[in-house]
């Protein structure tokens, strides 16, 4: 298995101490050794750092911590092969060009009979079956839409949810894809979020004793917002809400846009706003 | 106008004394420094390392020739922006998918009404004309070869020949395009070549008082050869063949497979072999 990260914001920011948890499962807090990877959009275009190697070892790991790169929207993976070798062309995040922006794709499960499904245009360049999978979502997404790009991200969250519950029918299947504006975050078994907003208090890894002040990072200002997705909450002061196994969420500059299923009519929202978490103030509950 | 770096051997070695080259005219020696590139092959995979700031001051150009990656096949470009502002998203090389394999490509030039050309499938992220020439090499290779990927080099490098002679009549058309085995390299107005092949002797860089031994290069073995092409010659103790405008060289494991035009019967090659190279013992002549 994997874990997977990812962090949408209003505003362009670094997401070195998300990035530093996560390295850390990556071979030494978490057995997940058999590569990394972190795509940071910038506009819609994103740029993919990739290594076979353990993450919490790599000199380029240190490298991208030591120079951060901001970003309103990134998703990052460890991972612990299952299907396909440790080699670059099996790391994710997975990349493709779809309507002028890049495409970032990241799975944490197994999808074990996803292969038998036949690809007609994308083809995957690895051995995995989460390429295949990414394969299957853009080609869906282009016969949905053909030339038009569905630029409202609630429309795109419902056909990922749809296409997510029939994949993930028969295996495991969180995934995070993201489209240069909106992130889509799919619970399989494993899935946890959290909303932050300003003015932010602190908060510590759950994989190091590492504190950080979100006031203090690059880029935000009194509206800051963001949002963050992970297989398992990074962070162990603050209130991290765990999604229902089938759950879609949508989030967009750092706000939770739509939620598949959509909650029923007098049921609560699937996800609290921030200013009914415990909390919220930034501080730890 | 732009620098072009492309590299294929036969064993995976580095290219940072090449790249060390290429990166000081990024800003210093030379005046492009609207961004930098560089795409390294892992197998059919490639890593690319972009940024839009001048390669000669940059830390991830740093870091990359402290830290050499090995590849078999590699693609740099250094940038002064012709169209297009100086954003990620213009930043040469780039990359799509196709047949199982990543597809890498970098120009120098400019094709000033090669955006009139409608596109069906592919789509350019940022605003260059390279991009969009990429985008219309890659539908015709679809086109030309639907579900088949013309695995013999000399086969690809005629439809890129015939393709480049079509897009180059209106501009100037200079590219290095590869798909994980094969090195192709059209010349519109500037590009030079050197093959080498062990045992290797020094070369000492036009750009700056460094002197290599490619005996010491990782990954050298006695059968070792090695194909580098640029838009100027890397090195002044070396001897470099310029091509004829209008030439495509395929290259593959280090040496030159093919040449278009063909050479007509009786002429020469349009490259000579490194044996009958003056210094093809690998020292200077």
Not at 11 to 26: C, E, M, N, Q, Y
Not at 187 to 213: M, W, Y
Request: glycine fraction near 10%.
């Amino acid at each position: 298995m994997c874990e997977l990260l990812g962090m949408v914001s209003n505003v362009p920011t670094d997401i070195v101490f998300s990035f530093t948890g996560l390295a850390l499962r990556g071979g030494q807090t978490g057995p997940h050794a058999d590569g990394w990877g972190v795509s940071l959009y910038d506009g819609l275009f994103a740029r993919t750092f990739l290594e076979s190697h353990p993450a919490f070892s790599s000199p380029l790991a240190r490298f991208i911590r030591e120079n951060p790169i901001h970003t309103a929207l990134a998703i990052a993976h460890v991972r612990k092969m299952t299907r396909g070798g440790a080699a670059l062309k099996n790391t994710h995040p997975f990349m493709r060009v779809l309507h002028r922006r890049h495409i970032v794709f990241a799975h944490n499960g197994t999808l074990p009979t996803v292969r038998d499904r036949k690809l007609h245009l994308e083809t995957p360049v690895g051995d995995t079956d989460s390429e295949h999978a990414f394969c299957i979502l853009l080609e869906a997404i282009r016969s949905s839409y053909g030339e038009r790009y569905p630029a409202d991200g609630r429309e795109l969250g419902r056909t990922l949810y749809e296409l997510g519950n029939e994949l993930g029918a028969d295996g495991v299947f969180n995934f995070l894809f993201a489209d240069g504006e909106h992130l889509f975050a799919r619970c399989g078994d494993h899935l946890s979020c959290i909303l932050r907003q300003a003015p932010f208090g602190e908060a510590t890894l759950v994989d190091a004793d590492l504190k950080v002040n979100f006031n203090d990072l690059h880029g935000v200002g009194p509206d800051a917002r963001m949002a963050v997705v992970a297989t398992e909450p990074l962070t162990r002061d603050e209130l991290w809400r765990k999604a229902t196994p089938g759950t879609l969420w949508v989030f967009r500059a750092g706000e939770l846009l739509a939620t598949f299923p959509e909650p029923r009519e007098g049921s609560g929202p699937e996800l609290p706003g921030p200013s009914t978490l415990p909390g919220a103030d930034g501080r730890a509950p």
